[in-house]
Structures are given as C-alpha cells and as structure tokens.
C-alpha cells in the first residue's frame, strides 16, 4: 500500500457536491483504498473554465491503496459526472 493525495473539484451546487463526494468515498472503499484525511478547501477560482465553470470547490483526500488499483479508480472517477476534474498525486515516504 502507497500513500496517495487525492485532489478532487466538485460544482458548487450543494447537491452534485454531495453526491460526488459519497461517489469518490464509494470508489475508494471498492478498489480498497483508505482514506486517512478528508480536508475541504472551500470554493476558489479555476485556472481555466472546465465543463463551462469558473468556480468549484475543492477537497483534499490522502488516501493509502495499491498501486495497480490507481487506474482503475481513475476510469471510473473519469465516468463521474459530479466531479470537475481530479488528480492522483504519490506521496513520498
């Protein structure tokens, strides 16, 4: 098991934000991640307009899981409409 930082930006609206976040919480207990911190960030600016927003919100997952399970969690986070966009980062020991 590898520690990973999982950063996640959701639409603001509250219910898609809620959805999306018990969706990557579901995701990750699948493919046996743990998650050992959930840190909100709160609603920034996006760099560039993604799916026609300029604003999300952002939370902040450090997660331990299997290397091999990284892409598959990826494909399904891909299929999820509630999520803005996302990034696995591998935490260095």
Do not use: C, H, W
């Amino acid at each position: 098991m590898r520690k990973y930082e999982l950063m996640v930006v959701f639409p603001l609206e509250e219910d898609q934000f809620k959805t999306g976040a018990e969706g990557v919480r579901k995701v990750l207990a699948d493919f046996g991640a743990q998650i050992v911190s959930e840190e909100p960030y709160g609603d920034r600016d996006l760099t560039y307009e993604i799916k026609k927003r300029n604003r999300g919100r952002y939370v902040l997952f450090n997660i331990t899981a299997s290397p091999d399970k990284i892409v598959e969690m990826d494909r399904q986070f891909k299929l999820n409409t509630n999520l803005l966009t996302f990034l696995f980062v591998r935490v260095e020991e």
